[in-house]
């Protein structure tokens, strides 16, 4: 069924991305930032500030509402809203959460110290005796302590050495303890913040922009996948070894004629099967949908992956998505060069199946032995309907270079092209460095990374 591309079925193309929404989101956040920076400076009076410890406790607030905004920031930038991630693209999204990251931790931290220090010269006692009098005494400073306290945890567990030697599950339920943390701050915001008090308005946008936000995930996250798979009723209906290790799925479904997704997408997958539902992975459709039918092709690296070949046909699956930049929208040239090693050439595959017939295409795939070539047939198969250039890489990294001069050979007209790669860190850093040596604009240059 996937190797006959005479084969025309009805299905709809992916979305084309929105630009204008990236810079409208941006507009949005940066003007809810600065509403926020000025609500808690009018708030403040000469009064408070000239007393003792005011300008500490000023600090304090300021800091305070400030990194619980972009905290908010943080949380929006990964609900996967398809919009955004149609446009910005996941990796990147995760990349601007990352660099976020830091400052509200950083600035909470701050609001504790500064809030504890001036409530200390008011009340002229030493900071920890104003810190117990806050746990004790004071409604929700105990919560949210708590949830500074698992801010701190999800903070640390992200750091690149510990998240490195933490399981993907671990760093994952750790991060989730973030959801709680902001409960916990909300409630000690809404009932202990003096901001609030005589500036109803204050208080109505504060609410606003925690409900829109928690409004966000609750649709992106739940409402709307539990909606799309009530109607595709996706379930695993055959998986057969396409190289030592890698295998593919065949998932059946209904109405997946109207299923938008481009080649090169991807979604989260979750298996209902014994130790499988409680985490979902992201695999990139290996081929364009066929309905009844999508394929996914696997490599088995980690306890979920090798999972996936046990898997009975008729198990249960759900999808979010599809997500993903890595699609013809991205292409400015009317030539492309597809390159892809180990499991990073399904995305490839999809992708040369879902480009206009116009494109010229040079297909380059690479592997360290035939037999871990996946999908050669169809992806040759499809390189020769187009009437393109197909090239195969296969032996050790010894012995197969990847450097400007063996792409140069490989794709004359690679200066001139869109570049497309996908596959292992190491092997994708050298085709980028290669391509930017021999000319190609750093934004025809288009990627995916198999792991955030
Ligand atoms: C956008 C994207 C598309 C991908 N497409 C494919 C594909 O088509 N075929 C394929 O074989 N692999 C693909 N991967 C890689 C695949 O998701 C991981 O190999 C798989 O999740 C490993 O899970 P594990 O529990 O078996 O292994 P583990 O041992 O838990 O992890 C192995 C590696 O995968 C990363 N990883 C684990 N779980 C996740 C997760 N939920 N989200 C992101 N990274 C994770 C880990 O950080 C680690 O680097 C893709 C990854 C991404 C980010």
């Known amino acids: 069924m996937w190797t006959n591309h005479a084969i025309a079925t009805r299905r709809r193309s992916g979305h084309a991305p929105k630009p204008w929404v990236a810079d409208i989101l941006a507009l949005v956040a940066g003007i809810g930032l600065g509403t926020v920076i000025a609500l808690v400076v009018i708030g403040e009076s000469r009064g408070t500030l000239a007393s003792p410890g005011g300008w500490l406790i000023a600090v304090g607030r300021l800091a305070g509402f400030t990194g619980t905004y972009l905290m908010l920031v943080m949380i929006v930038l990964i609900s996967r809203i398809p919009w955004l991630e149609r ?75 510990a998240r490195r030697k933490m399981k993907y599950e671990t760093w994952w339920i750790i991060h989730l303890y973030i959801y709680l943390a902001l409960a916990l701050a909300f409630a000690h915001q809404i009932v202990t913040g003096v901001v609030f008090l005589g500036h109803p308005l204050t208080r ?89 039918f999508l394929r996914v092709t696997v490599k088995g690296l980690g306890e979920q992956s090798k999972a996936v070949a046990r898997l009975k046909p008729g198990t249960r699956v759900f999808i979010e998505g599809p997500y993903g930049t890595f699609t013809r ?83 004359p007209s690679i200066a001139e092209s869109d570049v497309y790669v996908c596959g292992p860190n190491g092997f994708t850093d050298r085709v980028v460095a290669a391509a930017l040596r021999l000319g190609v604009d750093p934004k025809r240059i288009h990627h995916e990374a198999f792991s955030f």
């Open 329 to 411: 929208h991205a292409r400015t040239q009317s030539r492309v060069a597809l390159i892809g090693a180990g499991v990073g050439i399904t995305p490839i595959r999809a992708l040369l199946e879902d480009l206009p017939k116009n494109i010229e295409v040079s297909v380059v795939i690479r592997a360290s032995s035939a037999a871990d070539i996946v999908h050669r047939d169809e992806v040759e198969a499809l390189v020769q309907i187009r009437g393109g250039e197909f090239h195969e890489l296969v032996g050790s990294r010894k012995d197969v270079t990847i450097d400007a001069d063996s792409m140069r050979r490989l794709i």
């Open 204 to 292: 109505a946008y504060w609410i606003a922009i925690w409900s829109l936000t928690a409004g966000l995930v609750l649709v992106s996250r739940f409402i709307w996948p539990l909606m799309k798979n009530f109607r595709y009723q996706l379930r695993v209906a055959d998986v057969s070894e396409e190289a030592p290790g890698v295998y593919s799925l065949t998932i059946s479904g209904k109405h997946l004629s109207r299923l938008a997704v481009s080649g090169g997408q991807f979604f989260q997958w979750r298996f209902v099967a014994k130790d499988l539902l409680w985490h979902s992975h992201p695999y990139s459709l290996s081929a364009l949908p066929r309905p009844p």
């Open 87 to 161: 446009t910005v693209g996941q990796d990147r999204l995760v990349r601007w959460h990352r660099r976020i990251g830091p400052w509200p931790i950083v600035l909470i931290g701050l609001h504790v110290v500064t809030i504890t220090l001036g409530y200390a010269q008011m009340t002229r006692v030493g900071p920890l005796h104003q810190l117990w009098v806050f746990l004790v005494n004071y409604p929700d400073m105990l919560a949210a302590m708590v949830g500074f306290a698992l801010l701190v945890l999800a903070g640390l567990s992200s750091i690149r050495i």
